[in-house]
């Protein structure tokens, strides 16, 4: 495919000779072939030089890769570094993580969100003891069986520790690529993302050819490419003037590469309220769900108070379901809203107090409720879920002060803060009326 690079005339020497308005080299071949030598001796140059000190690359292990690749998607480096070291000290090896429980698992990742990853993880660990004698696969097809593992993750694993040619291609490494080619369009159609990922696997330094610049592997070619894209062809500010490869690039050239790559269209927010009830008994315990389905993407799939889901704060509706569902007639006392965004959804957090002389006893499914009604437009309602009766499994009914000591999303932790700032700000005397009921 041909990408047409724009009427704005190059201002870089090596690009001078192609006419504003060429058609650019086909996107799997961002380099011509003469100057790719340079180009590879130029970047692994400059990552020699400027690379962040990072923990997981003192390393080559490929579990200790593998925990920080999967923990780095969608996650800033500066709030991994404390769950990397974390999550090692609690799980150093592979057969440790496989053989923890899979609370243990969720308690260690708590704060990280995207708790999908870590239910994959512990998944993978169990596969990669019982199939792989405990060692992570070094053939790209075994590593992509796994739970949890994609392209991006299998190819990142497998070239840093084991420097099997593979080249990732992440959102760092597109902008990267699509700036040295002055791509325009939406890189995420699958089309241009296979012909970028064709483009960045033509960028790998061949092992041996190496032997004159900068020792590298395909693993360091890897990080190279996405330490640029994380830290000088930064989305919003692309720091072209001290960039290594800027020889090369016909964004800089064409002085458009600030707008590359063209923005993704952004879903809408949807915006929803969560009623919660905070159960407190005279001892101070609360009564937790945990159910496949209910609100799992809000909380997780991880412990969270009973609630439900609706347009607006909705008292007598969570009212109408803490009776159907466990038979609690107590009244709702409104704690302070706490505002929680997941991806698309602008959640505002409704806590309500509700005290009981006994936390309910869960034995059966056998409470019904109905699905609420909704007052919402059937866009939006089909984000609301209703919820079900819980089994007796589904509960735990820990010390409200103590709930963090269960796998708890951050949701959560926020309805908990509410409830406990609400208890603490009370007298003594009070707080101790207000348990005994
Ligand atoms: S020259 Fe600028 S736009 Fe091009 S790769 Fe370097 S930082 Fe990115």
């Not at 480096?77 to 769950?83: K, M, W």
């Not at 108070?305 to 007598?316: D, G, K, L, V």
């Amino acid at each position: 495919m041909s990408v047409r690079s724009g009427g704005v005339a190059p201002r870089n020497a090596n690009l001078a000779a192609t006419p504003a308005r060429a058609i650019p080299p086909p996107v799997s071949e961002l380099i011509p072939a003469a100057e790719l030598p340079a180009f590879q001796t130029q970047l692994l140059g400059w990552f020699a030089e400027a690379k962040r000190d990072l923990d997981w690359r003192r390393t080559r292990d490929a579990y200790r890769v593998w925990i920080s690749e999967i923990m780095l998607q969608q996650t800033r480096v500066a709030a991994v570094l404390p769950y990397y070291q974390r999550f090692l000290a609690r799980f150093p090896t592979l057969d440790a993580l496989a053989r923890a429980r899979l609370d243990a698992v969720l308690r260690s990742w708590a704060g990280l969100g995207y708790y999908s990853r870590a239910r994959n993880l512990h998944r993978a660990a169990k596969e990669i003891v019982a199939r792989h004698a405990g060692e992570f696969p070094r053939r790209i097809e075994e590593a992509l069986a796994l739970p949890g593992i994609g392209h991006y993750t299998a190819a990142a694993v497998l070239s840093i520790a084991y420097g099997e040619p593979h080249a990732v291609l992440d959102g760092n490494v597109a902008r990267v690529l699509a700036r040295l080619g002055a791509i325009r369009g939406d890189l995420r159609r699958p089309k241009r993302w296979r012909e970028l990922a064709a483009a960045a696997n033509a960028l790998l330094p061949a092992q041996a050819a190496s032997a004159a610049g900068p020792p590298s592997s395909p693993g360091d070619w890897n990080q190279a490419m996405m330490e640029l894209g994380a830290t000088l062809c930064t989305p919003r500010g692309p720091q072209c003037a001290v960039c290594p490869v800027s020889r090369w690039c016909r964004a800089h050239a064409l002085g458009i590469a600030l707008r590359l790559p063209a923005p993704r269209p952004k879903p809408k927010p949807v915006r929803l309220a969560l009623s919660a009830a905070v159960l407190l008994d005279p001892r101070g315990r609360t009564l937790l769900l945990r159910q496949k389905g209910q609100h799992s993407s809000l909380f997780s799939s991880l412990w969270h108070f009973p609630a439900i889901q609706s347009a607006r704060p909705a008292p007598e509706k969570l009212s109408r379901y803490l009776q159907s569902a466990f038979g609690i007639t107590a009244a709702l006392e409104p704690l302070p809203p706490a505002r929680h965004t997941v991806t698309f959804r602008r959640i505002l957090l409704a806590p309500f107090l509700v005290r009981v002389a006994k936390l309910p006893a869960v034995t059966s499914p056998t409470h019904g409720f109905p699905p609420p009604t909704l007052h919402a437009p059937a866009s939006r309602a089909r984000a609301l879920q209703a919820p079900r009766a819980p089994r007796s499994g589904d509960v735990r009914t820990p010390p409200l002060a103590k709930i963090e000591r269960l796998p708890i999303s951050s949701a959560t932790k926020k309805i908990a803060a509410a409830a406990l700032a609400a208890l603490n700000a009370l007298p003594r005397r009070r707080q101790r009326a207000s348990l005994s009921f």
